[in-house]
């Protein structure tokens, strides 16, 4: 069974920074893509960033310049370094990670934005 767990989430000002993390456990050969989505209240889940094994990467429009997503494949690992925080950036942050041919997520983690 394979799980994902985020961490780093949690209470920043606007113009502040967070990174978060996800580490992915169980029985792992190789992941391919991992991405970051987040669902703010009343609103749809959407992508915030993928990256691929290979390292490409992708944006939201409304993230470009600010986050930057990285993986350590040794470490089955995905990251997200926000800064410049605008409170629209508040939501529940999700990883998920392709593995095997299935799609995994985590449980999510808490980003609040203070105006």
């Known amino acids: 069974q394979v799980q994902l767990v985020e961490s780093g989430g949690g209470l920043v000002q606007a113009g502040g920074s967070l990174r978060l993390s996800c580490v992915a456990s169980g029985r792992i050969f190789s992941i391919n893509a991992m991405a970051w989505n987040r669902q703010a209240p009343g609103k749809q889940r959407e992508l915030v960033a993928i990256?691929?094994?290979?390292?490409?990467?992708n944006y939201a429009d409304s993230v470009k310049g600010r986050f930057t997503i990285s993986r350590d494949n040794a470490k089955n690992t995905v990251y997200l370094q926000m800064n410049s925080l605008k409170p629209e950036d508040t939501a529940v942050y999700y990883c998920n990670a392709e593995i095997a041919r299935k799609n995994y997520w985590g449980q999510g983690t808490q980003v609040t934005v203070s105006s």
């Open positions: 990256i691929t094994s290979s390292g490409t990467t």
